[in-house]
């Protein structure tokens, strides 16, 4: 009989850590995952997580104090909801970009669209229903008021309807926005892949992302109704469909080289920082030079691959779906700092930090508990025959010849 060894015992806890890892993992609808990815979504969720933050804070006693510590660092942090749309463009045209450029098997419709309802529907319908119920039975909401807006919700028409985003979940208005794109996605790949020529392809796409955001900016309110539309936002996938052709057509002839990070560095606080009431125009180009630069520059992919970031930014869905509920009861915690007098910087970044820790860590709970299920393509067939496992079964019916 063997004595385990101190060896095995890492090994085994490695064995564990890895298959929780590889649980965790986002299982993709394509052939292979693409860690890369999911680290430019820890970026967007991180800049968006924040950002609410300053701009809840200011409910807190002594807020508009703390807020003013944290606006000059993340007062642009909502711009990581146009990376989000930029990741979806890349992410959606894939298999319909395969089939046009190389010949590859064609995406079924029927299975395009069934994946999003069996995917992200019921942790997006979970959310809503809870958020709802809160509403009613802690802010002492009527139903009268909040059931048209769930609704509305439900069913991605609040911006359509309401003119503004949703009621239920503030954040959810960019979820509207992304199913109006996912409908649109075949034909606008269709449409565009269609065109054999890299080239001029890729110029005309180019034409559009520039001429789609100058028309917005001359003719299009922030504030107006068509801003919570796809008509503000279509250039931001544009740019992810430049992405794209790039990835399938062009992509092992870009060279890896440090030269990238050097690029991507300044480039990615200019994202963060920059104001200037044209940066629809610019913003989707330069994100087509830094998701380049997440893959071809060693430092960024060595970032961006870390199993942490990766692993985070894969949770990004459900971190998004959760964030804003837990913001509110989380800022609470605020109170203390705020009744000083004059908050201090290191105070409110470390409370800072707590509260974003805790918004992921109820975006991990959620995902293990629903999200992350739904990931598997035959989940309804396992919940049905669950069902029917836990039925009572029918009694054998007696041998009439007996």
């Known amino acids: 009989m063997t004595t385990p060894t101190a060896n095995s015992e890492t090994v085994t806890s490695s064995g564990i850590a890895h298959r929780f890892s590889a649980y965790l993992r986002r299982q993709t609808s394509g052939r292979t995952y693409v860690p890369e990815v999911d680290g430019l979504r820890f970026i967007a969720i991180l800049s968006v997580v924040v950002f609410h933050i300053a701009v809840q804070v200011p409910e807190q006693p002594n807020g508009y104090r703390i807020a003013n510590i944290l606006s000059p660092f993340v007062h642009n942090g909502y711009r990581g909801v146009q990376l989000f749309f930029v990741i979806s463009g890349f992410i959606l045209g894939l298999p319909f970009a395969r089939h046009r450029l190389t010949g590859d098997s064609a995406m079924r419709l029927r299975a395009y669209f069934l994946r999003r309802v069996t995917r992200l529907e019921p942790p997006?319908?979970?959310?809503?229903?809870?958020?709802?119920?809160?509403?009613?039975?802690?802010?002492?909401?009527?139903?009268?008021?909040?059931?048209?807006?769930?609704?509305?919700?439900?069913?991605?028409?609040?911006?359509?309807?309401?003119?503004?985003?949703?009621?239920?979940?503030?954040?959810?208005?960019?979820?509207?926005?992304?199913?109006?794109?996912?409908?649109?996605?075949?034909?606008?790949?269709?449409?565009?892949?269609?065109?054999?020529?890299?080239?001029?392809?890729?110029?005309?796409?180019?034409?559009?992302?520039?001429?789609?955001?100058?028309?917005?900016?001359?003719?299009?309110?922030?504030?107006?109704?068509?801003?919570?539309?796809?008509?503000?936002?279509?250039?931001?996938?544009?740019a992810g469909f430049v992405l794209c052709d790039l990835f399938i057509v062009d992509w092992k002839s870009i060279p890896s080289h440090w030269i990238w990070d050097i690029a991507c560095l300044p480039l990615w606080l200019w994202v963060f920082w920059w104001n200037s009431e044209w940066y629809r125009v610019l913003l989707p180009l330069a994100c087509i030079v830094l998701y380049i630069g997440a893959f071809?520059?060693?430092?960024?992919?060595?970032?961006?691959?870390?199993?942490?970031?990766?692993?985070?930014?894969?949770?990004?869905?459900?971190?998004?779906?959760?964030?804003?509920?837990?913001?509110?009861?989380?800022?609470?915690?605020?109170?203390?700092?705020?009744?000083?007098?004059?908050?201090?910087?290191?105070?409110?970044?470390?409370?800072?930090?707590?509260?974003?820790?805790?918004?992921?860590?109820?975006?991990?709970?959620?995902?293990?508990?629903?999200?992350?299920?739904?990931?598997?393509?035959?989940?309804?067939?396992?919940?049905?025959?669950?069902?029917?496992?836990?039925?009572?079964q029918p009694a054998p019916s007696l041998d009439k010849s007996l």
């Open 124 to 238: 997006y319908f979970a959310i809503m229903l809870i958020r709802a119920a809160l509403a009613i039975a802690i802010l002492h909401k009527t139903a009268g008021i909040i059931v048209p807006h769930l609704l509305a919700s439900l069913l991605y028409a609040h911006n359509l309807i309401y003119g503004r985003d949703s009621v239920i979940n503030p954040p959810a208005w960019s979820l509207e926005v992304e199913i109006q794109f996912y409908l649109l996605a075949p034909l606008i790949a269709w449409l565009l892949f269609s065109i054999r020529r890299a080239g001029w392809r890729r110029c005309l796409m180019l034409i559009l992302i520039v001429a789609i955001g100058v028309l917005q900016q001359l003719f299009i309110a922030p504030d107006s109704r068509p801003a919570l539309s796809i008509v503000y936002w279509i250039q931001d996938f544009l």
């Open 296 to 392: 071809k520059g060693p430092l960024q992919r060595a970032f961006f691959r870390n199993p942490i970031i990766a692993l985070t930014g894969g949770m990004c869905y459900s971190i998004y779906l959760t964030h804003n509920l837990t913001l509110t009861v989380a800022l609470r915690l605020f109170r203390r700092l705020s009744s000083q007098p004059s908050p201090n910087i290191p105070g409110v970044c470390v409370i800072s930090a707590f509260v974003v820790l805790l918004a992921f860590g109820v975006g991990l709970l959620f995902y293990v508990a629903l999200e992350r299920p739904c990931m598997e393509r035959d989940w309804p067939q396992k919940l049905a025959a669950r069902i029917r496992a836990r039925l009572p």
